[in-house]
């Protein structure tokens, strides 16, 4: 692993990992020997992909949702301790740095979308935007992907649940709003802090928490329904603000909350502990042993009952912590499930038009 003393502002990732697939790698061995930088904080680069097809399919046990659509792949508000890294090595990238400056965009999304919800058989079950990477992150200000998935959504009254951290949400209200009143959107937002100076490092190129908050109170006031997502959660970092978290988001009017515990698969626990210690070095090791703790000793569980949530001692105290605070905050609200039974594919409308 590559070692890069100066902290890269605007990156949560400060080093690039070798990609596991890949036979060749670069290494920092003589750096008397470099005349320019092993590594740079190089502008953001975006690549076309065209697949052939874009719903994905899961069948994880511990996952709310089996189907789900990542318009982007990669994702430039450089979480560092995102999960999602790790799918950058299959497209032959790192999971550090090129994750947040090397972006896959999926420019024919809402046409392969309207082709799968036309074919033969095809049920209607809830599509999740962001099962991976924000469909929200920069570059959609400007190319409307995810604009022009909610548009075949709502044409096909289609059920759609999206997950973001990005106030650009704000910009599709119409559609939101046209869905919601079908009973076909949900949305969730995610905050895991409301201190902005451990934002700006854990999340550099995200909105702030208050932003975000914002979010939900218009989204709520316009009959979205919106919850709240605490999503890691960190021993040590982040997992004492969960109950000003919940309250700050039902006094804001999200509908519900849930949490999932931080583990550090893969590369991220390469990447997440070179962060660590550069960021907080007067209390990395008390975190990365308090997530450890959490995992039966290990950075990282792969479990599915446990993988989630967490194991031992803290990460019990840590849910009763949000179960506590949930029902103080929150108890009554519950949202309800999508609509299905409102689909009819294109061909299914076109023979209506002759009458019933």
Same mark, same amino acid.
């Given at each position: 692993m590559?070692?890069?003393?100066?902290?890269?502002?605007?990156?949560?990732s400060?080093?690039?990992?070798?990609?596991?697939?890949?036979?060749?790698?670069?290494?920092?061995?003589?750096?008397?020997?470099?005349?320019?930088?092993?590594?740079?904080?190089n502008?953001?680069k975006?690549?076309k992909?065209?697949?052939?097809?874009?719903?994905?399919?899961?069948?994880?046990p511990?996952?709310?949702?089996?189907q789900?659509?990542?318009?982007?792949?990669?994702c430039e508000?450089?979480?560092?301790?995102?999960?999602?890294?790790?799918?950058?090595?299959?497209?032959?990238f790192?999971?550090?740095?090129?994750?947040?400056?090397k972006?896959?965009v999926?420019?024919?999304?809402?046409?392969?979308?309207?082709?799968?919800?036309?074919?033969k058989g095809y049920?209607?079950?809830?599509?999740?935007?962001?099962?991976?990477?924000?469909?929200?992150?920069?570059?959609e200000?400007?190319?409307?992907?995810?604009?022009?998935?909610?548009e075949?959504?709502?044409?096909?009254?289609?059920?759609?649940s999206?997950?973001?951290?990005?106030?650009?949400?704000?910009?599709?209200s119409? @559609?939101? $709003?046209?869905? &919601?009143a079908?009973?076909?959107?949900?949305v969730?937002i %995610?905050?895991?802090? #409301? *201190?902005?100076?451990?934002?700006?490092?854990m999340?550099?190129r995200?909105?702030t928490?208050?932003?975000?908050?914002?979010?939900?109170?218009?989204l709520?006031?316009?009959?979205?329904?919106?919850?709240?997502?605490c999503?890691?959660?960190?021993?040590?970092?982040n997992?004492?603000?969960?109950?000003? @978290?919940? $309250?700050?988001a &039902?006094d804001?009017?999200a509908?519900s909350a849930?949490? %999932?515990?931080?583990? #550090? *698969?893969?590369?991220?626990?390469?990447i997440?502990?070179d962060w660590?210690?550069?960021?907080?070095?007067?209390?990395?090791?008390?975190?990365?042993?308090?997530?450890?703790?959490?995992?039966?000793?290990?950075?990282n569980?792969?479990?599915?009952?446990?993988?989630?949530r967490?194991?031992?001692?803290?990460?019990?105290?840590i849910h009763?912590?949000f179960k506590?605070?949930?029902?103080?905050?929150?108890k009554g609200?519950?949202?309800?499930?999508?609509?299905?039974?409102?689909?009819i594919?294109?061909?299914?409308?076109?023979l209506?038009?002759?009458?019933?």
């Amino acid at each position: 692993m590559s070692i890069h003393t100066e902290f890269i502002k605007g990156r949560g990732s400060q080093i690039n990992p070798n990609n596991k697939f890949l036979e060749k790698k670069y290494v920092q061995e003589f750096v008397e020997g470099l005349d320019e930088e092993f590594i740079k904080n190089n502008p953001t680069k975006f690549f076309k992909e065209t697949p052939k097809k874009i719903i994905s399919i899961n069948n994880s046990p511990d996952l709310s949702f089996s189907q789900s659509i990542n318009p982007y792949q990669g994702c430039e508000h450089g979480c560092i301790y995102c999960y999602a890294r790790n799918s950058h090595e299959y497209w032959g990238f790192s999971a550090g740095l090129d994750f947040e400056r090397k972006i896959i965009v999926k420019h024919n999304a809402a046409q392969l979308l309207e082709d799968a919800l036309n074919k033969k058989g095809y049920i209607a079950k809830t599509i999740v935007l962001s099962g991976n990477t924000d469909c929200y992150q920069p570059i959609e200000r400007k190319l409307k992907i995810t604009r022009s998935l909610l548009e075949i959504f709502n044409d096909y009254q289609h059920p759609v649940s999206i997950i973001t951290k990005n106030n650009l949400i704000l910009r599709d209200s119409d @559609l939101l $709003k046209e869905l &919601a009143a079908k009973n076909l959107i949900s949305v969730a937002i %995610t905050i895991n802090s #409301l *201190n902005e100076s451990l934002r700006q490092k854990m999340e550099p190129r995200t909105v702030t928490a208050k932003g975000r908050l914002n979010v939900i109170e218009k989204l709520s006031k316009e009959g979205i329904p919106v919850m709240l997502m605490c999503a890691p959660i960190i021993p040590g970092l982040n997992s004492d603000e969960m109950p000003k @978290l919940i $309250k700050a988001a &039902a006094d804001a009017g999200a509908c519900s909350a849930s949490f %999932t515990m931080v583990r #550090l *698969n893969g590369a991220i626990a390469d990447i997440f502990t070179d962060w660590v210690n550069k960021t907080f070095p007067d209390r990395a090791e008390k975190i990365l042993h308090g997530i450890q703790s959490s995992h039966g000793g290990h950075l990282n569980d792969s479990d599915w009952s446990r993988r989630m949530r967490g194991d031992g001692h803290l990460a019990e105290s840590i849910h009763s912590l949000f179960k506590i605070a949930k029902d103080r905050y929150m108890k009554g609200r519950t949202p309800g499930p999508l609509r299905t039974d409102l689909f009819i594919p294109k061909k299914g409308k076109q023979l209506n038009l002759f009458g019933d």
